[in-house]
C-alpha cells in the first residue's frame, strides 16, 4: 500500500495523562487527538491494545483479539449513565508519573463491575441493542475469550494449563457446564469487551476525522497463557499436557550475549496453511477494524524463527526453523488486499527477510539510535534510508534519546556529534530533527524524547520481567511551546498534516 509523507508520535494509551492511575480512552485522549493534529502530525503510534498478562506486558495478552478492559475510561462511564459520581469520590490517590497496577487493577475491576451492575439494570433499548450486535458481530472470538476469563478467575487467575484437566483439555461435558456455572462472569467479561471496543471506536473516529492515521502493532507470537492457545492447542506446538515443546526468542547478538528468551508457544504452520491461514486472517481483519496500519513485530520470524527447547534458561541452546515465508503473505494478499503494514525487520536479518518484504513492498524499519556505530554507511544513517521506510529516533524497546547519549560509548557520542555538527546538550532534539529530515515516509518518535526525558521515562527493557510500562506524562507535556515546536518541523520537512479545512502553516 502507498503511503504520503508524513509523522507521528509513539504513544501507548496507557501512557496518557489523567486521574485514575493509568491513561485510558476517555477525555485526556481525545485531547491527545487534539495536540498531534495541531502539531502536524498525521501518525498516532500505540502498543497492543489487547488484555495485559504477565508482568503487564502488551506484548503478553490473554488474547489477540480482546481489549484491554483497564484502558476504559471511568469519565465515559459516567456520560453514558453507567456510574454514578459517587462511584468515582474515593478513588486512590495514585502516583501520576507511573502506572502502579498492583492498586490500580483491583480499583479498576471494582468500578467496571459497578457500571456492569448499571448496565444490567439499565432500561436504555438503545445501549443494549449495540451490546447484543457486538455480540454477533464478534461471536467467533468474543465466545472463548470470555470463557477462558471466567474460568481463569475462577480458578485464582491461574494459567489454563493448571486448571481441572477436562477444563484445560476442554472436554465437551466440562465446558458445557462451566458455561453454565459462570454465565454472569461470562457476561461481565462481554461487557467489558462491549465498552472497550465502543470507546476505542469513538477515539478512532476522532483521530480520522482529524486526519490522523492511527498505527497499531500485532505481535507474531502469543502468550501461552492466552485464549487461542487454550481453545486451539492443534495450532501450537504443544505437548500432551499443554505446555509449549519449544518456545520463542532471539539467539545471543552484539546486544545479549544470551540471546532474549521470550518464552512464547510457536506455531504448527503446517497446520495453518492447510486451513488457509484462516486463524491469522481473522487475527488481521479484527486488528484492522481498530487501527488503520499495522506493525507486524518480529517480521523476520515469518522466513525462518528461533527455536528454543522448553525449559532452557537462556536462548542459547535454540535453533533457525523456516517459517511460511511468501506463501503466508500470497494468501492474505489474495484474501484481504493490499495491506497497511510495516514489517519490523530489525536483528538479524538475512537476504530471504529482505526478498520477501521487498517482494511484497512492505517498508521496513531503522532507528537512529542505532546508526551512530561509525561507519559511513551504516543503513540506520539518514542518508542510507530509502523512501519506502519508517524511521523512529527509538521505540518502546530502546533507551529514550537522551538516555542513549547517557549510556553509550564515547566513541558512538562523538560520531553523533561529529555527523550531525552539534554539540549534544539536545541528543534528543537532534534525533528527531535528522529523523524528520529522513527521505522516509513516515518518521516517528516516542513522546519521552520530545520531552527530553532520560531513561527513567523509558518504556521497556527487554528482558527483565517486571517494572516495565509504567511512564505516564504530565498533564503539562501538551501545553507550552512543544507544540509549535513539532509542528515547525512538520513544516520545515515537509511532513505537516493538512486536511482540507486546514489553512496557512506554522510560520
Sequence with gaps: ???????????????????????????????????????????????????????????????????????????????????????????PQFPVERVDFGSLIPWKVGVLDRAFIQFEQSDSKELKSEFEEFRTENSFWL?????????????????????????????????????EEYSTAIHRQEFRQFIFHRQWASLREHANQENILIIGDIPIFVAHDSAEVWAHPELFILDKDGNPEYVAGVPPDYFSKTGQLWGNPLYRWDIHKANGYQWWLNRLSAVLKLVDIVRLDHFRGFAAHWEVPFGEETAVNGRWVAGPGEDFFTTVEESLGDLPIIAEDLGVITPDVVAMRQRFNLPGMRITQFAFTGDPKELFLPHNHEVNTVVYTGT?????????????????????????????????????????????????????DFLNLDNNAR??????????????????????????????LNFLYDRENLPDNDVGNST
Design 396 to 448: 518502546h524497546d530502546n533507551d529514550t534519546s537522551k538516555g542513549w547519549y547517557e549510556r553509550v560509548s564515547e566513541d558512538e557520542k562523538s560520531f553523533y556529534r561529529r555527523y550531525l555538527d552539534r554539540d549534544g546538550r539536545e541528543v534528543a532534539w537532534d534525533f528527531i530533527r535528522a529523523t524528520w529530515s529522513s527521505v522516509a515516509m513516515f518518521a516517528l518518535a516516542p513522546m519521552q
Design 1 to 91: 500500500m502507498k503511503f504520503e509523507r508524513a509523522s507521528g508520535i509513539l504513544l501507548h494509551p496507557t501512557s496518557l495523562p489523567g486521574h485514575f492511575g493509568i491513561g485510558d480512552l476517555g477525555p485526556q485522549a481525545h485531547r491527545w487527538v487534539n495536540f498531534l493534529r495541531k502539531a502536524g502530525c498525521g501518525l498516532w503510534q500505540v502498543l497492543p491494545l489487547g488484555p495485559t498478562g504477565y508482568g503487564d506486558s502488551p506484548y503478553q495478552s490473554f488474547s489477540s483479539f480482546a481489549g484491554n478492559p483497564y484502558l476504559i475510561s471511568p469519565e465515559l462511564l459516567l456520560e453514558d449513565g453507567l456510574l454514578h459520581s459517587n462511584d468515582l469520590v474515593e478513588s
Design 143 to 179: 465466545e472463548n475469550f470470555c470463557l477462558f476469563m471466567a474460568i481463569k478467575e475462577a480458578n485464582g487467575g491461574g494459567p489454563w494449563v493448571n486448571w481441572p484437566k477436562p477444563l484445560a483439555g476442554r472436554d465437551p461435558v466440562a465446558i458445557s457446564e462451566a458455561k
Design 459 to 488: 518504556m521497556n527493557y527487554p528482558g527483565n520481567p517486571s517494572g516495565n510500562w509504567t511512564w505516564r506524562m504530565s498533564d503539562s507535556a501538551m501545553i507550552g511551546g512543544l507544540q509549535e515546536r513539532i509542528r515547525e
